[in-house]
């Protein structure tokens, strides 16, 4: 049976991965260039565990600036099948309150600019995306988060489901803005699952976020508007509880990689397959070479 690989992207606020033994650290390069950092892999019970920090550390790159689209292929390079977001939100419901956990399963992407596929350049590819959050992993991190949530310290609630809109920053949103987004019904807002998720599914690994509530934006006339020492303070409380969740949710995590992402890209090519260009063939290996013969 293969080994469990196991990613953990980690947002603002959350730079490295405590508890992990047989340390390393792995400059990683891509045909998209560098990730955002280089990748710490190690051990975490019988699990292999890869870490990235989505915005390098020392939080150096805007959301815009990070590059997604290499931080993915590292992970899938490196054997990742199972990859955990963490990543800080508006929350944008009255529920939500700063401090507690969505465990996110839909997205509503407003994003602009982003590269984000791994096809084009001679490969026509379309992966199905209806439900873009590994069911399979919400339920660990939602279990884990729980269980980690009743015996905090700190007062805050797990919430099951939500819908996370993706906008591109870096700027917050006007007020206008998150009143409209309220009325679509979302639950959260940030800026940086997209295209995170999407090259997840392309790279045909298990996506799923524990997003991190930390003010309520700027729809909320009861509370200040949201500002980078608000959210800096929630995060320092959450940091150490999202961590715990993520120790926890990966003793959960199946052996076997059987999920909604494990076969995406099956049906996903319509190109011939003769007619792929070597250079993509090359490219692509890691995502699409089972499927070449």
């Known amino acids: 049976m293969a080994e469990r690989v196991i990613g953990v992207i980690g947002?603002?606020?959350?730079?490295?991965?405590?508890?992990?033994?047989?340390?390393?650290?792995?400059?990683?390069?891509t045909p998209f260039g560098s990730p955002s950092d280089l990748l710490i892999t190690g051990r975490l019970g019988d699990a292999k565990m890869v870490f990235l920090a989505r915005h390098g550390r020392g939080h150096r790159l805007l959301p815009h600036e990070v590059n997604y689209r290499a931080n993915i292929y590292a992970m899938k390079m490196l054997g990742v099948d199972w990859l955990i977001s963490l990543s800080a939100v508006g929350s944008m419901?009255?529920?939500?309150?700063?401090?507690?956990?969505v465990i996110?399963?839909?997205?509503?992407?407003?994003?602009?600019?982003?590269?984000?596929?791994?096809?084009?350049?001679g490969v026509a590819g379309h992966v199905g995306f209806g439900?873009?959050?590994?069911?399979?992993?919400?339920?660990?991190l939602y279990k884990a988060a729980a269980?980690?949530?009743?015996?905090?310290?700190?007062?805050y609630k797990v919430h099951k489901g939500g819908t996370y809109i993706v906008i591109n920053g870096p700027q917050f949103s006007t007020r206008a803005e998150s009143n409209i987004y309220r009325s679509w019904g979302v639950s959260v807002i940030g800026m940086t699952n997209m295209p995170e998720a999407k090259l997840a599914?392309?790279?045909?690994?298990?996506?799923?976020?524990?997003?991190?509530?930390?003010?309520?934006?700027?729809?909320?006339?009861?509370?200040?508007?949201v500002?980078?020492?608000?959210?800096?303070?929630?995060?320092?409380?959450?940091?150490?509880?999202a961590r715990e969740v993520v120790r926890k949710a990966v003793a959960l995590v199946p052996e076997t990689h059987d999920c909604i992402a494990s076969?995406?890209?099956?049906?996903a090519i319509m190109t011939d397959l003769n007619e792929i260009p070597p250079r993509m063939k090359s490219r692509l290996a890691p995502l699409i070479g089972k499927y070449l013969g």
Not at 105 to 120: A, E, K, L, P, V
Not at 147 to 155: G, I, M, N, Q
């Open 147 to 155: 269980e980690v949530a009743a015996a905090s310290d700190h007062t």
């Open 93 to 101: 419901k009255e529920e939500i309150e700063p401090g507690d956990m």
């Open 104 to 121: 996110v399963d839909q997205y509503f992407d407003r994003t602009n600019g982003r590269i984000s596929t791994f096809f084009g350049e």
């Open 11 to 29: 947002g603002s606020g959350i730079y490295d991965l405590e508890g992990l033994t047989d340390v390393d650290e792995v400059n990683v390069e």
């Open 131 to 140: 439900d873009p959050v590994s069911p399979v992993l919400a339920e660990c």
């Open 201 to 225: 599914r392309e790279a045909e690994i298990s996506y799923a976020c524990i997003a991190l509530a930390t003010d309520y934006d700027c729809w909320h006339l009861g509370h200040d508007d």
């Open 227 to 241: 500002s980078v020492e608000a959210v800096v303070k929630i995060l320092r409380q959450n940091a150490t509880n």
């Open 263 to 267: 076969n995406a890209i099956e049906n």
